[in-house]
C-alpha cells in the first residue's frame, strides 16, 4: 500500500470519488513505495487565488502525478466549449485544464524551493470515477490522461499511473527538453522526501517564555482580586466595618468643613 499523507481521509471530504480512490491507494498492492499526498492546498497558483489538488501521487523512479478527480455521473462538452459535470453549473473550466494548472502551479513552486527537483518530471490526470468518459480531444488533452469507471474495474490504481506515467516519460523525450533525461530514476527517494518536506511539512506552534510570563503574571492579579473578593463575602463583619469606617471619615471630613 502506499504512504498516505495525511494517513486518514478527513470527514471534510465530500467527494465519493476521493473517498473511494483513498481507501484503494491505502489497500492495493504494487504501491508499497509510493507517497500519495491527498487534498493539497495551494497558496501560489500561477491562474486563481488559491487552488487545490486532489490527489499528488510521487513514484519513485517515474514522476509525480497531480490526479484530479470528478465523481458526477454524467460529463459532457456542448460545441461551444462549456463543461456540464453532473449537475453542477456550466464551466468553460476543463477539468483537464484545472489538473494541468494545479500541477504547474505545484511544480513551479517546488523547483523554485529546491532546483535540484527540476529533473523530475510531474505531470496531469484526470479521474472520472463514477462515469465512462467518452470525449476525446487530440489537441487539449490525451487520450492517456484520463482514467474512468471502466479502467477503475478492470486495473489497479498501480497499473493506471504506472502505464500514464510511462507515456508521459516517453511524450516528452520526444521534446526538445534539456532538463529531462528519459534515462533517469528520478525521483529518488531522497527526491521524494524533500518533496514531502517542501508540501506537507511538520509544523510545531508554541507560546514564548516572554508570553508565558505575562500570562502567569496577569492570572497571578486576577487570581489574588478573585481570592480578596471571596474573603469580603464571606465575612460580612468585614464588609461592615469597612463600612463604618468609611462613614467616621466622611463625618469627620463633614465637621472639618464646618
Partial sequence: MARMIPPIIGSETASPGEKALFARFQSETGT??????????????????????????????LGVLALEVKAHRSVRRDPSGLWYLGNDPPTRTSPFRQSSEAMHSIRNDVTRRLPGLGGVLFWSAVCFTNSTFSLSSPTEWHGWQVIDQADLQLRTLAELVTSMLLQARRFVSTKSTAWFNLESNEPTNEQVESLVKILRPSVECYESPKARRRQRDAELIRYTEEQYEALDNMNPGRNERKGNESRRGHARRGSTHH
Fill in 32 to 61: 508499497d513505495s509510493w507517497t500519495v499526498i491527498h487534498s493539497l492546498d495551494i497558496s501560489n497558483h500561477r491562474i486563481n487565488i488559491s487552488g487545490e489538488c486532489d490527489f499528488l501521487i510521487a513514484v519513485p523512479g
